[in-house]
């Protein structure tokens, strides 16, 4: 991922009082979720200069196996502390994280809907106890579960602190397991953390439940008063995956910002053409391509050196001529939309 976006500096012109800090501290995070723990360490610590919390790897019951990554930072502020968990994206090249990615059978959950079930195993669903108990026996022979070790680290140090808060985000897959993550916490009733839980952002986000979820998501998150914000770059093709055909199928919910070619941002119910499979969608999307591969040329001219575009990066928009949507889903642009883009009001 690097290759294709080399950028570990914060953008110094968005401060902390900018409605636009958190979620551009988010995707930056998110983006840097898909580099070794040294490299994230690294990247926070000296040029952030934030603290690591936690980073590892976390254990998938159904793979026997620690297949999920993630992450938690801690910014600090005179007003008060913010701790980012970030969850990562799919490895290109792990067929571990493909697998569940494609995993979309169901897991129905009493009075919650059916969820994604791949996407559940990876935050830590529970094979030999039957789904998600409140309180797992700790196994000292593998890593811990995602959801088990990130919440209750969460509440050791929240409480701890009156004035903390926190904030749930990646990209992705992690943009999955971002949502997912609060649901949980909801099904256990942790009031604690749904109080202190600031705002969810996702970038690129795959669909994760069916309607009955996105229902009980909707009424829950208002309830407890936590926002969720679901950005969607132009034609990307991951949030229209798994496709919304039927009324039985998967749901997005939540506010869509959605940004388009010129990173002009707008909130929307539903990201246009939501599922990518669709004949309208066929010569704007090629257009579309066209425009971004022309585009790559000219970013450093137009907003300086930071937005140059790099040989892989550029491969990856050629292959948008074929596969429109494609290279949309990169981190770049989604990096790019947090610092060149209008976000709409009372985002934070």
Avoid at 201 to 223: C, S, W
Wanted: with cysteine.
């Amino acid at each position: 991922m690097g290759h294709i976006d080399n950028r570990v500096e914060l953008d110094k012109s968005i401060q902390r009082e900018d409605p636009k800090y958190n979620v551009a501290l988010s995707m930056m995070a998110s983006k840097a979720a898909y580099e070794n723990k040294a490299f994230i360490q690294d990247t926070v610590e000296n040029h952030w200069k934030m603290e690591i919390v936690a980073s590892g790897d976390y254990w998938n019951d159904y793979q026997q196996k620690a297949t999920t990554e993630a992450f938690v930072l801690l910014d600090k502020s005179n007003k008060y502390d913010t701790y980012i968990v970030t969850f990562r994206g799919t490895e290109l090249f792990d067929a571990d994280q493909w697998s569940y990615d494609f995993d979309v059978s169901w897991l129905e959950l009493p009075g919650l809907g059916k969820t994604h079930a791949g996407f559940m195993k990876a935050l830590g669903l529970q094979k030999s106890n039957i789904g998600w108990p409140k309180e797992i026996k700790t196994n000292p022979n593998h890593a811990p579960e995602a959801y088990y070790f990130i919440r209750d680290l969460l509440k050791n140090h929240l409480n701890e602190n009156d004035k903390a808060k926190f904030i749930v985000t990646g990209h992705s897959l992690g943009g999955a397991l971002a949502i997912l993550f609060p649901a949980i916490l909801m099904l256990h009733e942790e009031t604690l953390l749904l109080e202190r839980l600031q705002v969810v952002y996702t970038f690129g986000q795959p669909r994760v439940g069916d309607g009955i979820f996105a229902e009980y998501m909707e009424k829950n998150l208002k309830h407890n008063g936590i926002k969720y914000y679901r950005m969607v770059y132009s034609y990307d093709i991951i949030p229209r995956f798994p496709p919304d055909i039927k009324d039985d199928l998967f749901k997005h919910f939540g506010t869509c910002l959605y940004f388009d070619r010129n990173y002009n941002g707008k909130k929307v119910q539903e990201e246009p053409n939501k599922n990518y499979f669709s004949l309208s969608a066929i010569s704007p999307m090629t257009l579309n391509a066209i425009c971004e591969l022309m585009r790559s040329f000219a970013m450093v001219s137009r907003f300086g050196s930071e937005y140059q575009e790099g040989w892989v990066l550029r491969i990856f928009r050629f292959v948008g001529l074929v596969f429109p949507g494609a290279p949309n889903h990169l981190p770049q642009d989604y990096v790019n939309a947090t610092r060149l883009g209008s976000i709409p009001s009372k985002v934070d």
